[in-house]
């Protein structure tokens, strides 16, 4: 009954507003889906890449700390195994370096820190293997020291 008393105008714009309301949302909900699928899918492309770079800068800095270290190492200070020499060194590098602490590992396997701390670390895998001449990192680990 209320219909009837309307003009023609009013009658189409009530029953096209519900249809473009309709339509609205549906493609805003087609776009929000396909936008979302989009950043996803572009995620899952870059992510790998980025953790990859991210992977290759890490090898780099650890490659400059292992040749810094190498460089100590092999100084005659402390190649001479005299902690009375060795340990003003190890200070001083541990400072230039930014590293917590260092240490001289001794035949025995005995870590002789900078700080006058000593350590056991003969059966350590990452020790052996620098018994051998190999320069090597180990693995994250929680200091017994």
């Known amino acids: ?44 492309e870059t992510i790998p890449q980025i953790a990859g770079h991210c992977a290759k800068i890490i090898q780099y800095k ?41 240490a001289v590992v001794d035949s025995s396997g005995i870590a002789h820190y900078q700080d006058g701390t000593t350590a056991s670390l003969g059966d350590r895998e990452y020790v052996k293997e620098a018994f051998w001449g190999k320069s090597v990192f180990s693995d994250i680990i929680i200091s017994r020291v």
């Open 62 to 102: 650890l490659q400059l700390y292992l040749l810094s270290l190498e460089g100590v190492a092999s100084g005659d200070v402390i190649r001479s195994m005299d902690w009375d020499q060795q340990r003003p060194v190890l200070e001083s590098e541990t400072k230039h370096l930014g590293v917590l602490r260092m």
């Open 1 to 44: 009954m209320l219909m009837k008393n309307l003009t023609i105008a009013k009658k189409i714009t009530f029953t096209t507003v519900p249809l473009q309301l309709v339509i609205v949302v549906a493609v805003g909900t087609v776009s929000y889906i396909l936008a979302h699928n989009a950043v996803q899918q572009q995620q899952e």
